[in-house]
C-alpha cells in the first residue's frame, strides 16, 4: 500500500462545478498535512495548509479526518484557471507526496 | 524575490557522464530537499539538509551524493548517471523541516 494515495482522475468539470478530491494515508503518526497545486511542467507550490478543525480559503475548503486517516479539498464554483495537478502532502518526519490528482475544467 | 533557483532547468546526459545540480535559496531557510518525480508517482526524497554541513539519505539515495556548503546551497550530483536516473529534479526548501516548502523550478534530466 502506498503511503499517501489520491485518485489520479482525471476529473473534467464544467465551470462553475464543485469538485472534491480525498487523499488517504497510511501512517496514523503523521503530523502535519498539505495541499499543493502543480501546474503542467512547472514546480509544486501550496495552496493549503490542513488543519485539524478543517480550513476554508475562498473557494477553496480543506478537511482533515485523523480517525479515517484522510483528508479532503474541496473546490466550489470552479474556474478555468483551476486545471492543474492537486497533490496531497502528508508529513511524518517527512514530507510524502501523493502521486496526484488531475482536474480539469472545461468552458 | 528569486526565492528557490535551480540551474540548469533541462540536461542531457549519456550513461556513465557525471554532473552537479545547482540550487540556491534567497529565504534564510535551514531545510534544504532534493526531490525527484517520476510519472505516476508522488515526489521522492533523495537527501534532506537540516542545517549547513548537514545531510541525511532521503527514500531513494542511491546513486546520488549532497553537498550543503552554506545555507543557501545545496547541490546534487550525479556521479554517474544511469538511464534510471530520467526524471525532474526540484530542490526545495523551508524554514524548518515539515514546514511549508518553497520549490525551484525543476531541472529535467534525460540519461541516454
Known sequence: RKEVEQDP????????????FNCTYSNSASQSFFWYRQDCRKEPKLLMSVYSSGNEDG??????????????????????????????????????FGAGTRLTVKP | NAGVTQTPKFQVLKTGQSMTLQCAQDMNHNSMYWYRQDPGMGLRLIYYSASEGTTDKGEVPNG?????????????RLESAAPSQTSVYFCASSVVRNTEAFFGQGTRLTVV
Open chain 1, 59 to 96: 473557494r477553496f475548503t480543506a478537511q482533515l479526518n485523523r480517525a479515517s486517516q484522510y483528508i479532503s479539498l474541496l473546490i466550489r464554483d470552479s474556474k478555468l484557471s483551476d486545471s492543474a495537478t492537486y497533490l496531497c502532502v502528508v508529513s511524518d518526519n517527512d514530507m510524502r
Open chain 2, 64 to 76: 546520488y551524493n549532497v553537498s550543503r556548503l552554506n545555507k543557501r546551497e545545496f547541490s546534487l
Open chain 1, 9 to 20: 482522475g482525471p476529473f473534467n468539470v464544467p465551470e462553475g462545478a464543485t469538485v472534491a
